[in-house]
């Protein structure tokens, strides 16, 4: 970019909008001294953003009757400044959207967000550079941003996937994303990759259900829904079935590059329900025309988030939970201490984990009622119905896996290099990266080691999946991890779509946000292994 480090998060993210439109005619150019922040409605009052090619955004430009009566009607009705008055006369009447949310994430303060890139160089840069490969500033990186050193490792890996030499041809990889998101009812990656799809060549036809692609991708709706809800369901015989399906079978390489897609998506799906991540507005569902409600500024304010309103959650969660970081830690110094005093014996481990592994059962992921998918997100999958939730209501067994006899380290990592190279050191990377992150900071305590409580996070996700690491004490985990908290995992983890944002305030009620967004980055990564580690036993079982 030549000029780089000028833009904010905000500002990259408008410049998203002009991209899509690909070139604005008439459009102002920018000066050295401009701001990209005040030339939005600039941006956005010309042609809608035509990335909605011919669907209801065709319908947002009304024709200038009155040129003068248009623009002092609209002035009036949004309280818009002399700046935006001016430019809004330049653009002839065409109605200004504006986005449904307040910035990217409708469980963050948008304000914490945004200082992120203002403060870190490093954020900065990476937002810079992700927006010219890609030509946009998605809402995930922005929230990503609050944590630099896995956002870099995060975007490397999913542009190696999606973008670089591989097994899978563009267009197949977009399109097992669809199906993936999907799965979770996750129309904002949908929508992301369903854009994608057709950018890379994809057939629309696809894109109007799953009968309607390639008999080799149909196959691959069994492997997704399993690998989703329940993958320790996934046997070698299911391997066996894509391996040999004559003229529609899949490689070896094929199916090791589409098993780290699904499992990429289906944990990203996760991430976005679980960070309440907005779409952004030149997507669907990322904006409106009707004027806001307030009047006391102006709509270009709203665009760049300059509310006025006032919230006193954080004051009230305060006053409520005072002293809950301290107990935390007490706790986490007592654990220690019992650690350096005694060792369980093998026995009473093994049982513990069984324990905690059918308690995690009987969490309730969700009050909600049934989320059904709209027939935009299931016609790209199969078995609506089909889900987590279902095992624990009929009292079905989840086995345990050992992670001694099948671990990412000793097996599953050298199996995707040999047959993807590169990408088993990436995501080793990257699992690394999200499990051993830290900043030694509890809230507004420093110097504290959160190893403890890291570890008790990853492996309470693993347990929930039947997976046992033999030399940990799973009775830790009811010491660290509360109800709320199991509840938010469990929900976020197994039926993301189900998560609200009455969940993610109700557990670390005193930590930051930035904290938050960690926790998420541990939940994603650890269900992905969990998903990959069930896969790539199955495809060695096949194997061998």
């Not at 059962?361 to 049934?370: C, I, K």
């Not at 609506?384 to 990412?408: C, I, M």
Request: net charge negative.
């Amino acid at each position: 970019m030549s000029e780089r480090g000028r833009y904010s998060a905000v500002g990259l993210q408008q410049l998203t909008a002009v991209h899509f439109t690909q070139a604005v005619p008439g459009g102002t150019k920018r000066g050295a001294n401009s701001h990209p922040e005040k030339h939005f409605l600039h941006f956005y009052t010309r042609e809608i953003i035509k990335v909605q090619r011919g669907r209801e955004m065709r319908h947002a430009v009304a024709p200038p009757e009155n040129v003068e009566n248009n623009s002092f009607a609209v002035t009036r009705l949004l309280k818009i400044c002399t700046h935006c008055e001016r430019l809004s006369k330049k653009d002839l009447g065409i109605r200004i959207p504006r986005p449904l949310g307040n910035g990217p994430s409708r469980f963050i303060p948008e304000k914490e967000i945004l200082k992120i890139s203002k403060v870190d160089a490093r954020t900065q840069s990476i937002f810079e550079d992700a927006f010219a490969a890609l030509g946009r500033l998605d809402n995930i990186s922005v929230v990503m941003g609050f944590h630099p050193q896995y956002l870099e490792s995060f975007l490397r890996t999913q542009h190696y996937l999606l973008q670089m030499d591989g097994p899978l041809s563009l267009h197949y990889r977009h399109y097992i994303g669809i199906m993936a998101a999907a799965r979770h009812q996750c129309s904002y990656l949908v929508n992301l990759h369903v854009n994608d799809f057709l950018q890379v060549g994809g057939d629309s036809k696809w894109l109007n259900g799953l009968e309607e692609a390639p008999q080799k991708l149909q196959q691959l709706g069994e492997l997704n829904k399993i690998l989703a809800h329940r993958p320790w369901l996934l046997t070698k015989e299911h391997i066996e079935r894509l391996l040999k399906a004559e003229e529609h079978s899949w490689s070896l390489a094929e199916l090791i590059h589409a098993v780290v897609l699904l499992t990429h998506y289906h944990s990203l799906a996760s991430f976005t329900f679980g960070c309440g991540i907005t779409p952004e507005i030149h997507c669907d569902g990322g904006h409106t025309f009707r004027p806001p409600s307030l009047s006391q500024y102006c709509v270009c304010d709203i665009a760049n988030g300059n509310g006025h309103a006032i919230h006193h959650d954080d004051l009230l969660a305060n006053q409520e939970m005072c002293g809950e970081v301290e107990v935390l830690m007490e706790r986490m110094k007592q654990l220690q201490e019992c650690r350096d005093d005694e060792e369980a014996s093998q026995e009473e481990m093994a049982t513990r984990f069984e324990r905690e592994k059918t308690e995690s059962m009987l969490v309730v992921t969700a009050e909600d009622e049934e989320c059904v998918p709209s027939r935009d997100i299931s016609r790209h999958f199969e078995d609506p119905s089909y889900g987590y939730k279902d095992f624990s209501r009929r009292g079905e067994h989840v086995p345990t896996f050992r992670v001694q006899d099948y671990s990412w380290e000793d097996h599953g990592f050298s199996l995707v290099n040999r047959l993807y190279p590169d990408v088993g050191q990436m995501l080793d990377e990257k699992f690394q990266m999200a499990y051993n992150l830290t900043y030694n900071t509890m809230a507004t305590h420093k110097d504290v080691d959160t190893s403890m409580l890291r570890r008790a996070i990853w492996n309470y996700i693993h347990c929930m999946f039947g997976i046992r690491y033999d030399d940990y004490d799973y009775g830790e985990i009811n010491q660290l991890l509360d109800r709320s908290f199991k509840i938010y995992i469990k929900t976020m983890v197994c039926s993301p779509e189900k998560t609200t944002k009455r969940m993610y305030e109700s557990f670390w009620r005193q930590f930051q946000h930035s904290e938050k967004v960690h926790v998420n980055l541990l939940l994603m990564e650890a269900r992905m292994q969990a998903e990959l580690l069930y896969a790539l036993r199955a495809i060695t079982r096949y194997m061998t």
